[in-house]
């Protein structure tokens, strides 16, 4: 009892874990458009930003996969997920080191409005009325308002405040902080090291559970790794739904709501949280015991070491003394691995689809904001629900359907081809889905929307003023409240008197001289052409989702039926090496670059630096997007082809029992040990000072050793080793 008992308390440790460390990479996802906003970062800095992971990942999978598979695991993955909450720590962090430093409001000047004698009051307020009699009040007013008015995110039609406000700019530019230089390589950094501590759970978490799982065990193993791989993404999701919904200062600009492109969601707590609620469990599995042989010397219940590795008399792994030889190992085992050709073509595939989904997922949520005009709260919601829920249940379909098509060889490779293809049909489709909306129609017209010369607001000063979309009552979008001509009153007073329960639903500007009824709001930015092309779309999304889930699991089993059971962690390792190198790793910068050739307007904080874009051109952004993801997933096909041509008898599904009683156990292995003694005098005669078979013919004696162990390989260890860790975390 005491075994199992440890048993439980591994799995307990290691499920938390490994729980917990699937929420960062889509929680990542949900933070990039705020990073970008707070730190004025351009697309094509933040995908190479986001590929940070892997430059961590590349040149340390392959060798953890090595080593860590013939050491103690549990320590591996301890130590990867220490790695992985001190990194998302670092990442948090950034918020706090480059903060904004507060600008000292002397340093600004005096105010054109304030001279020697008297204040301006009429200049402040426009009403000749209550100037005449008021001027002490209108200066303690805005004196008290001074600091609001100008850290707003919008501006008024008033040419002394708008004076203030540039001076104020061009103050805030001084700060040495403003560079996004500086948080952009820390962000890097950590996202490196959680690059390296991701390799880790990857490599070795799902062969360890599957060396402890007994057959028995296997629906209930099932539905549990399921759901917590599952449950990750959601709740990464759920964190960014939540803390996007709150202002990433504690104090948010008076009248800015979520709906708001100046928006910038609280993404530095996700990443503060995950980060210390990780650290403690991943600090228990470091220090995991190591069981001990039982009293009458069989293994202990709990295997922390690879069972189907070589061992010695005491029961450790046998790896090669000297680095020359480990080298030499090393490269003989891959050499054995690329003699597959299923292997090979069925990774080049692989490769190709994480191309086309990494990058295009990473930047979802910005290309939804800007077609459709949604929040981007909302926008994770939506994702998190109707992806990552459509997704698992393609997952689950793809599996049922193995069992009762009996897909097997062949047929599984024209099921992976299959899903592909209508993918791709999928995504050609989006291509005729979007709408007119708010960031859409003010890009359309952007110059006669930002044209100055307007007699309304010829005396306004809106000269670089801040982008801040507002509507009237016909729909009909402005750029600010400046360009609508509306003037800084009494009403506007009462706006930044107000508390922020109050001005929730948005604010009305009143008097404004180029609306005909005087009144623009951001709420007024109705479109219910956007709102059902939403949903379409997301009716879309989610079969893209359910036909790619569809397609996990036989995808998955072929890559790993292609090798022999011995080799499942290089070949895993070695796979997501060349995923990261080929795919992940340049997929977001390529989406970056993609995104910012539609960009229109350059945010310009400071005077000659462009910082993120505000506008786009969403029609050639949404069919180039859309055309580009298409073309990739059919070019994909080639390689299902050439899966489907060498799988003829490739076996994916147990054989079923009536065969197995047809061949009695001693004449299968009398045959198994026949063939295992000629190759190995076929490799002595080649090699006579070789100590052990290797490459090829290794490969092959291990595929026979371990046949009968690698039907106990459950099916939730092999398609949860690959389904989500390539195709949503960065």
Not at 66 to 91: P, S, T
Not at 457 to 483: E, G, Q
Not at 500 to 507: C, R, T
Request: glycine residues 10%; contains cysteine.
């Amino acid at each position: 009892m005491a075994i199992d008992r440890m048993v439980i308390a591994f799995f307990v440790v290691f499920m938390t874990v490994y729980f917990l460390e699937s929420i960062g990479g889509f929680y990542m996802t949900t933070a990039v458009v705020s990073i970008e906003k707070q730190f004025q970062i351009p697309s094509r800095t933040s995908g190479t930003m986001i590929s940070a992971g892997d430059f961590g990942y590349i040149p340390s999978v392959i060798f953890v996969a090595y080593l860590g598979g013939k050491g103690n695991r549990a320590r591996w993955i301890g130590m990867g997920c220490i790695l992985i909450a001190l990194a998302n720590i670092l990442i948090s962090s950034s918020n706090f080191l480059f903060a904004d430093n507060p600008v000292n409001m002397t340093s600004i000047g005096s105010s054109s409005l304030k001279s020697k004698e008297s204040f301006d009051c009429f200049g402040f307020l426009g009403n000749e009325t209550i100037s005449k009699d008021n001027g002490t009040w209108c200066e303690n007013t805005y004196s008290k308002l001074r600091s609001s008015l100008l850290t707003s995110s919008f501006a008024f039609c008033n040419k002394g405040l708008n004076e203030e406000k540039r001076t104020y700019s061009q103050e805030i530019c001084k700060n040495e902080h403003m560079t996004y230089f500086g948080p952009t390589m820390l962000i890097f950094g950590g996202l490196f090291i959680l690059g390296i501590g991701r390799t880790m759970p990857f490599s070795l978490g799902l062969p360890l559970i599957d060396d402890n799982v007994k057959k028995r065990s296997l629906p209930t193993y099932f539905a549990g790794m399921f759901l917590v791989r599952m449950m990750g993404p959601v709740l990464g999701f759920g964190m960014g739904t939540y803390f996007n919904k709150y202002y990433y200062k504690f104090d948010p600009p008076v009248g800015l709501t979520h709906v708001d492109p100046e928006w910038i969601g609280r993404w530095w707590a996700g990443f503060l949280i995950i980060g210390v609620v990780l650290f403690l469990p991943s600090l228990i599995l470091f220090f995991f015991p190591t069981p001990k042989p039982n009293p009458d010397g069989t293994p202990s219940a709990l295997a922390l070491v690879d069972r189907h590795i070589e061992k010695d008399s005491k029961g450790e792994a046998i790896i090669p003394k000297t680095v020359a030889n480990k080298v030499k190992d090393f490269f003989d085992t891959i050499r054995g691995v690329m003699k597959e050709p299923i292997y090979v073509w069925a990774m080049i595939g692989r490769i190709i689809d994480v191309f086309t989904f990494k990058g295009f997922f990473v930047f979802l949520p910005k290309y939804i904001e800007v077609q459709f005009g949604l929040p981007q709260y909302r926008i994770h919601m939506y994702m998190g629900v109707v992806g990552v829920f459509a997704f698992g249940v393609g997952v689950l379909s793809g599996t049922i359907a193995m069992k009762v098509l009996k897909l097997d060889g062949r047929k599984a490779a024209m099921w992976v081809a299959m899903c592909s293809a209508t993918a791709a049909i999928l995504s050609f489709a989006n291509i005729g889905i979007g709408c007119n909306s708010t960031l859409t129609s003010l890009g359309q017209e952007l110059t006669a929307k930002m044209d100055l010369s307007v007699p309304c607001i010829a005396d306004c000063n809106c000269n670089k003023m801040p982008m801040f979309p507002v509507c009237d009552r016909d729909n009909n979008v402005y750029y600010s409240p400046c360009h609508a001509g509306c003037p800084f009153g009494l009403n506007e007073i009462k706006l930044f008197n107000a508390s922020v329960s109050e001005e929730k639903e948005g604010i009305v500007f009143s008097h404004c001289k180029c609306v005909s009824d005087g009144n623009v709001s951001r709420q007024f930015c109705q479109s219910e052409e956007c709102d059902s092309s939403f949903r379409l779309y997301l009716i879309f999304l989610a079969m893209g989702g359910i036909i790619g889930g569809m397609g996990v699991t036989p995808g998955v089993l072929i890559v790993l039926r292609s090798v022999p059971p011995i080799h499942r962690s290089i070949s895993l390792g070695f796979q997501g090496l060349l995923i990261s190198l080929l795919a992940t790793l340049p997929s977001p910068i390529f989406w970056g670059f993609l995104i910012d050739r539609y960009c229109i307007k350059w945010e310009e904080k400071c005077e000659g630096s462009n910082g993120s874009c505000a506008l786009y051109d969403t029609h050639n952004l949404r069919v180039w997007l859309h055309v580009v993801s298409g073309g990739l997933r059919l070019i994909s096909l080639i390689s299902d082809g050439m899966v489907i041509y060498h799988a003829k008898n490739l076996r994916l599904i147990d054989e079923p029992e009536t065969e197995k009683a047809e061949k009695p156990e001693e004449i299968k292995l009398e045959s198994i040990n026949n063939e295992e003694h000629q190759l190995l005098n076929e490799e002595k005669k080649k090699k006579e000072h070789r100590r052990t078979p290797s490459g090829g013919v290794a490969s092959r004696i291990a595929y026979h050793n371990d046949e009968n162990k690698s039907r106990k390989s459950s099916l939730a260890s092999e398609i949860l080793q690959t389904e989500m860790a390539q195709s949503g975390a960065p």
